[in-house]
């Protein structure tokens, strides 16, 4: 488990940067929280500096959006997904649980 923000700390609209191998960002989505790989499978750009519009998150450089849900593009130019990551509030404090990378063992 990451520790991310206190919850008060992440208002809808919002997202939030972590600086972790590799970026991760946490987006709340109208009250839903998600986490996803940070930069976008197009072209290296932190998806936290995009543009949010209910579950999709647009990436500042070439428009490419993903649904947050998913992971999913759902426009050209990206073509492959990013990783999603479960998220958590405990107490108050905002969590991400990461997903192991494709071929090795969570």
């Known amino acids: 488990m990451i520790p991310v923000c ?5 208002p809808a609209g919002e997202s ?6 590799p970026p991760i960002a946490v ?8 986490a ?11 998806l936290a500096d995009g543009w949010l ?3 999709l998150v647009e990436c500042p450089l070439h428009a490419a959006s993903f649904d947050l849900r998913t992971g999913a593009p ?3 130019p990206a073509r492959r997904p990013v990783r999603t990551h479960s998220v958590t509030v405990e107490d ?3 969590y991400v ?4 990378e494709e071929g090795t063992a969570a």
Do not use: K, P, W
């Not at 939030?16 to 191998?21: E, F, G, N, Q, S």
């Open 6 to 10: 206190h919850l008060a700390d992440l």
């Open 16 to 21: 939030v940067r972590l600086d972790t191998a």
């Open 27 to 34: 987006f709340n989505a109208d009250g839903e929280l998600y």
């Open 36 to 46: 996803i790989d940070d930069t976008c499978t197009h072209q290296d750009a932190s």
């Open 53 to 55: 519009e209910g579950c």
């Open 74 to 76: 759902v426009c050209l």
């Open 92 to 94: 108050g404090m905002v």
């Open 97 to 100: 649980h990461l997903t192991a």
